[in-house]
């Protein structure tokens, strides 16, 4: 006999009743709560599955989907549109409509709902319709019934996790991103929350105060959760934790210590939830977008030289012969925040590069950022790559506060070609990185002397063992006397031993640096009036300067 197989029902913890496969509208409304989605009326129950969202033009009609979710946008729950809006709706089987109230009584549009045979949903007026659809989303796209622990909960379903975090940590919880977006939030309805959660719910990121910077980077920089007493009384006090894969900063967790207070035990508890994030975050992001993900992954290894030009051109999209440059990007200083300048970085490369051809592409790879862009061969095309590296370096120094440096490689004729380019951008940003007084986007003609001195340094030290020289010597001494006498002579042969402007450079009397060079001359036997030993002397002062 032929075996039969079918998939039991899930069954509703709180209530007992068998839910129905899919994302129901019950389970829509508890992952939300009533802060972000009010059922104003469900004749079909809300056990109804609930499925995608389409937002509709009023001016349109409403196009056929089965069990969808009809968001309209702009109309007022009163008026004749909205109501014909509705009555369609329910005539190509949707499962739900959601409006704004904006302050109209809702009696007239629930009566139209109920005949239809739709749900009639209500969201907030004060949160913007693509935050409401972002929030749906994720809300749908979680893979079963929330519950309280954490093997139960659905890779990468972030609202559930919330709410096990919630359920274990005692306090209300919001998962947010780097960034500070606001992904999940827990919603169960004993615990307290306060207006500064409301706010990050309703707009989907942290609300602007003056201590954000402040706590973020106490947060990011510690290896343990941090707890923040709130001066204001309207607020309530939290706890957060930083979510990290290995090096990599993932999120971050919020747990309000609230009515009920948290426990002794919550910040341990915390502290595991955030490794039990790492994973769903982890999750969560290849979910979103796995197309882009994938493709983050291939130009990576492409870049690495890991796979061939033919197997990326495969993998990106890509023709084989396509022309490309190759931009590196990389932050001028040390980081405040590490982890949180990276996602910015990433973030504005990835706007950037959507905007400058369908196939561009950017990922991170060993600290850096790397743009990978489809360019032509005319006259002009190394200026219009130029203009995009200072673009987002000017962009994110003035929305991000990130001082950027961006190295620019020479031009790949086929994909085979980009892990030389790439080599020559990451040169270009060690160049750029060497001079903090030159430029910040440079391309390899910018700075070909000083990449010519890298490469001259990194072929390594001279086949024939050597005695330390007069430079080794002099290097010495300054390091154990705290003296400059090797910035004085390097500063001496930079302006061809020309007193007055190599002193202008030093902050020195002319005297003073002609005593230096007599001193030097004497102490480690350097004759300077031999052109072969300026050469060598010069050369290997201005390596070490590069090599620090």
């Given amino acids: ?123 907030p007026d004060d949160m913007p319709w693509r935050h409401f659809d972002a929030l749906v ?12 622990t954490y093997s139960t909960v659905g890779a990468g379903d972030l609202f559930s996790l919330a709410n096990a975090i919630a359920y274990q940590v005692g306090g209300a919880v919001t998962i947010e991103d780097p960034l500070g977006h606001v992904l999940a939030y827990s919603n169960l309805p004993h615990q307290e929350i306060d207006e500064i959660r409301r706010q990050g719910i309703l707009g989907r990121q942290t609300p602007d105060r003056p201590t954000n910077l402040d706590e973020y980077q106490r947060v990011i920089r510690a290896d343990r959760p941090v707890r923040f007493d709130m001066p204001d009384t309207q607020h309530i006090n939290r706890l957060a934790v930083a979510v990290r894969a290995g090096p990599q900063l993932l999120g971050i967790l919020w747990a309000l210590d609230g009515v009920p ?4 035990g919550a910040a341990a508890a915390l502290e595991e939830a955030a490794k039990v994030a790492a994973l769903h975050l982890l999750r969560a992001r290849s979910h979103r977008d796995p197309d882009r993900w994938s493709r ?10 890991a796979v061939s030009g033919r197997t990326a051109a495969a993998q990106l999209g890509i023709a084989e012969d396509t022309s490309t440059t190759v931009v590196a990007f990389a932050q001028g200083a040390p980081e405040e925040m590490p982890g949180l300048g990276g996602a910015r970085i990433v973030d504005m490369v990835g ?64 994909l085979d070609e980009v892990p030389a380019g790439r080599r020559t951008a990451d040169r270009v940003l060690r ?46 001494h300054d390091a154990e006397h705290s003296t400059t006498y090797g910035q004085s002579l390097l500063a001496y042969l930079d302006a061809f031993g020309e007193a007055i402007p190599a002193a202008a450079r030093l902050a020195v009397h002319e005297n003073t640096l002609r005593y230096r060079i007599r001193r030097i ?12 030993t300026r050469l060598v002397v010069w050369l290997q002062l201005r390596l070490h300067r590069i090599t620090g």
């Avoid at 989303?137 to 309280?148: K, L, N, V």
């Fill in 1 to 123: 006999m032929a075996s039969t197989s079918f998939s039991a029902p899930q069954v509703n913890g709180t209530t007992g009743r068998a839910e129905p496969a899919g994302t129901t509208l019950r389970r829509l409304r508890e992952h939300l709560g009533p802060l972000v989605l009010h059922v104003e009326c469900a004749p079909q129950s809300e056990d109804v599955v609930i499925g995608r969202q389409v937002i509709h033009d009023l001016c349109e009609p409403v196009p056929p989907l089965a069990d969808g979710v009809l968001l309209v946008v702009g109309g007022a729950p009163d008026r004749e549109n909205c109501l014909d809006a509705i009555r369609q709706a329910g005539a190509a089987r949707y499962s739900a409509v959601v409006v704004k109230a904006r302050g109209r009584d809702l009696a007239t549009a629930a009566a139209a709902a109920r005949t239809a045979g739709v749900a009639l949903l209500v969201a």
């Fill in 137 to 148: 989303t994720a809300a749908t796209s979680a893979s079963g019934p929330a519950r309280d």
């Fill in 261 to 264: 207070p948290l426990g002794e």
């Fill in 296 to 305: 983050g992954e291939a130009l990576a290894s492409l870049l690495d030289g």
């Fill in 351 to 414: 706007l950037y590069c959507e905007a400058w051809h369908p196939q561009a592409l950017c990922t991170t790879t060993g600290g850096l950022v790397y743009a990978l862009l489809p360019t032509r061969t005319d006259p002009g095309a190394e200026g219009r790559v130029v203009k995009f590296a200072g673009n987002v370096v000017s962009t994110v120094r003035r929305t991000a506060g990130l001082d950027l440096l961006a190295g620019i490689g020479v031009p790949a004729a086929r």
């Fill in 431 to 476: 160049a750029l990185a060497g001079d903090p007084q030159g430029p910040v986007v440079a391309t390899v003609a910018d700075v070909r002397s000083r990449v010519t001195l890298m490469e001259l340094t990194e072929r390594g030290a001279p086949s024939v063992d050597l005695p330390p020289g007069p430079v080794q010597r002099i290097i010495a």
């Fill in 521 to 532: 001359q004497e102490l480690f036997e350097v004759d300077l009036d031999d052109p072969d």
